[in-house]
């Protein structure tokens, strides 16, 4: 009696032909979620001064704010350069306005 082939080897080469056809039937809404966006209330966004829009930053508070420092780009955000939000590395699970500012605001490293 032959014995089953329980290698390794032919795990990998099984995995495509199971796993591939459940990603091609996945919706790509259920693919593509978006987070829900940061809002100004949260108390980790009011601690950094985050505002959707960096032309309303409280200057006095935040004296360091300079024109032209949005999330877009700080080192901190994660989303591309085209896009109107994305993820930030201080707030998890939620998506920040490109066009926001924070008190962590840093510069996009070259």
Do not use: H, I
């Amino acid at each position: 009696m032959p014995q089953p082939v329980s290698t390794r080897r032919a795990l990998l080469r099984a995995l495509p032909a199971t796993v591939l056809p459940v990603v091609w039937l996945t919706p790509v809404s259920a693919r593509a979620q978006t987070l829900p966006l940061l809002q100004e209330d949260n108390p980790a966004a009011q601690q950094l001064g985050y505002v959707a829009d960096a032309q309303r930053v409280d200057r006095t508070r935040f004296a360091q704010y300079a024109t032209g420092q949005t999330c877009r780009n700080c080192d901190l955000y994660g989303g591309e350069a085209a896009d109107s939000q994305g993820g930030c590395q201080l707030f998890y699970g939620v998506e920040v306005k490109a066009a926001g500012w924070c008190s962590a605001w840093k510069p996009k490293a070259p």
